[in-house]
């Protein structure tokens, strides 16, 4: 079987224009522009580039970005009073914590800090409790990237079963509760799954968010399994793959994400459509 490649970068290009359009009309209908802010810690390079990632993102479909940055010392109370000027600042619509905070933060403060109706990354606890109560909430960018990538290519969901393999509540969780809502009937496995294997060869769809290279192999799969791969691994300078093994997955599932070009790219895009979502609540409560 030669598997369907589900493509995030055409994806992505579609999705770009059409964001860009959205928030073309959001303007001429309210006077608003979407407007980001990330909150960074200095200090840490992968940071620096995810963020000029997503600044590139934000100038693509006309966005506002701003960098609010801090120093690498910087204490709980600061990093939390920055937070909250963005959440009571009514041009502000989208605000982004910056991970990994320094050792000296907890990251769980800062997220607490948040105003959950800016909260673009979608960790807020009260995101996350809308999310699985079904109620309109700000989904985390990646997850909400895979589902993009399932409808963009017509993979039915109710029914199926579901394996996902990784329980972050940045992609696992949300991953597993996106997936049960649309009908799919799930298994969500991790570090102490027994017989990862044999429930993985269960799925008919089979997600991965682990962050280890090669722990999903196409021996493990069901012939004809939809294969969503999350994993960034960088095995090589400049070589990253993903958690599943390419070259024995494509051959026996019916349609798989590539490693690098899958899910990465679609996740920028969701982020950029998360926002445009919090400025439009935004607006209609103003
Ligand atoms: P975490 O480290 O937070 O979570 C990893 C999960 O994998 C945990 O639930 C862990 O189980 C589980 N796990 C670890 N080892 C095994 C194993 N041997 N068998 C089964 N499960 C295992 O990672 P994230 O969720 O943040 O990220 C996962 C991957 O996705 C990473 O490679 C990351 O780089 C990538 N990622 C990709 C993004 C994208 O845009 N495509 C964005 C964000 C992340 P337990 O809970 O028991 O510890």
Not at 8 to 29: D, M, T
Request: with cysteine; aromatic share 4%.
């Amino acid at each position: 079987m030669t598997a369907l490649l589900l493509d995030g970068r055409v994806l992505a290009k579609e999705l770009k224009a059409q964001i860009s359009q959205q928030a073309a009309e959001f303007k001429a209908r309210t006077g608003y522009v979407p407007q980001l802010v990330v909150v960074q810690v200095a200090g840490n390079a992968a940071s620096d580039w995810y963020v000029r990632s997503i600044r590139r993102s934000c100038e693509g479909v006309g966005f506002g970005f701003a960098l609010h940055l801090l120093p690498e010392t910087c204490d709980q109370t600061t990093l939390e009073a920055a937070i909250q000027q963005a959440s009571n600042d009514p041009s502000i619509h989208g605000i982004i914590i910056q991970m990994p905070l320094p050792s000296q933060l907890s990251a769980d403060g800062a997220v607490a800090a948040l105003n959950p109706q800016k909260d673009v990354d979608g960790l807020h606890p009260t995101n996350a409790g809308r999310l699985a109560q079904g109620l309109p909430a700000l989904v985390p960018n990646t997850p909400a990237g895979g589902m993009a990538l399932l409808d963009r290519y017509q993979i039915s969901l109710a029914g199926k079963h579901a394996v996902v393999v990784g329980r972050s509540n940045v992609v696992g969780k949300p991953l597993a509760q996106l997936l049960l809502a649309r009908h799919a009937t799930l298994t969500i496995c991790h570090s102490r799954t027994a017989n990862l294997a044999e429930v993985i060869g269960q799925g008919d769809i089979v997600a991965a968010a682990v962050g280890k290279a090669g722990l999903v192999t196409g021996a493990m799969l069901k012939p004809g399994a939809v294969v969503l791969d999350f994993g960034i691994n960088e095995v090589a300078e400049g070589q990253v793959v993903g958690d599943v093994d390419w070259e024995s997955a494509s051959k026996v599932a019916s349609a798989i994400t590539p490693v690098p070009g899958g899910t990465g790219p679609v996740t920028n895009m969701m982020l950029l459509q998360n926002t445009l979502q919090a400025a439009q609540w935004l607006a209609e409560q103003a």
